[in-house]
Antibody, heavy 117, light 110 residues
Framework: QVQLVQSGAEVKKPGASVKVSCKSSGYTFSSYGITWVRQAPGQGLEWMGWISVYNGNTKYAQKLQGRVTMTTDTSTSTAYMELRSLRSDDTAIYYC??????????WGQGTLVTVSS | QSALTQPASVSGSPGQSITISCTGTSSDVGSYNLVSWYQQHPGKAPKLMISEVTKRPSGVSHRFSGSKSGNTASLTISGLQAEDEADYYCCSYAGRSTYVFGTGTKVTVL
């Protein structure tokens, strides 16, 4: 069965970086993309961006351009999302999801990233 | 890119039908038949309920259906059940490989 398992919760100070992992299993990793979505406490879902596992192409939300990098490691079927220069409003649950464009059909369990001094 | 507009809350009694609207613009919802809907229970990850406006993934109840007219997409839940109480989000392709989510709707079963 398709599974996406994310890394554990993180606590970071403002200005630091965080790298969240998302390990996929149960399907051919390179045949789908990975989308990242975040959800601030008590708020809605926000699309962060997408990476093609096949060729590494990426597309990021304009508001995150320059601070976010999405990568994959096909040898371990793992996707990564790195966010730099963290601010308090980056505190959120970060989700990875398998992209079967134009929708996201399987989701990870989420990773809570807390940014606090 | 602004979030798509959804009502903050919708409620209904068991067995009733409810409809959640999702209003975008001619740059997203209005331009593409690429709207999906997600259900999220508290503390859980979102779950795909509808793709490409009307398509229901395997395993999703037939009580869920989607439609679109102009810049507004809709999700209808018929025969409302207690387990349907959750937050619902629409999502639309917005061009240039980008997507935008709706503001979210809390569904309450009375």
């Amino acid at each position: 069965q398709v599974q996406l398992v994310q890394s554990g919760a993180e606590v970071k100070k403002p200005g630091a970086s965080v790298k969240v992992s998302c390990k996929s299993s149960g399907y051919t990793f390179s045949s789908y993309g990975i989308t990242w979505v975040r959800q601030a406490p008590g708020q809605g879902l926000e699309w962060m961006g997408w990476i093609s596992v096949y060729n590494g192409n990426t597309k990021y939300a304009q508001k995150l351009q320059g601070r976010v990098t999405m990568t994959t490691d096909t040898s371990t079927s793992t996707a990564y999302m790195e966010l730099r220069s963290l601010r308090s409003d980056d505190t959120a649950i970060y989700y990875c999801a398998r992209s079967e464009d134009p929708f996201f059909d399987y989701w990870g369990q989420g990773t809570l990233v807390t940014v606090s001094s | 890119q602004s979030a798509l507009t959804q009502p903050a809350s919708v409620s209904g009694s068991p067995g009733q039908s409810i409809t959640i609207s999702c209003t975008g613009t001619s740059s997203d919802v209005g331009s593409y038949n690429l709207v999906s809907w997600y259900q999220q229970h508290p503390g859980k990850a979102p779950k795909l309920m509808i793709s490409e406006v009307t398509k229901r993934p395997s395993g999703v109840s037939h009580r869920f259906s989607g439609s679109k007219s102009g810049n507004t997409a809709s999700l209808t839940i018929s025969g409302l059940q207690a387990e349907d109480e959750a937050d619902y989000y629409c999502c639309s392709y917005a061009g240039r490989s980008t997507y935008v989510f709706g503001t979210g709707t809390k569904v309450t079963v009375l």
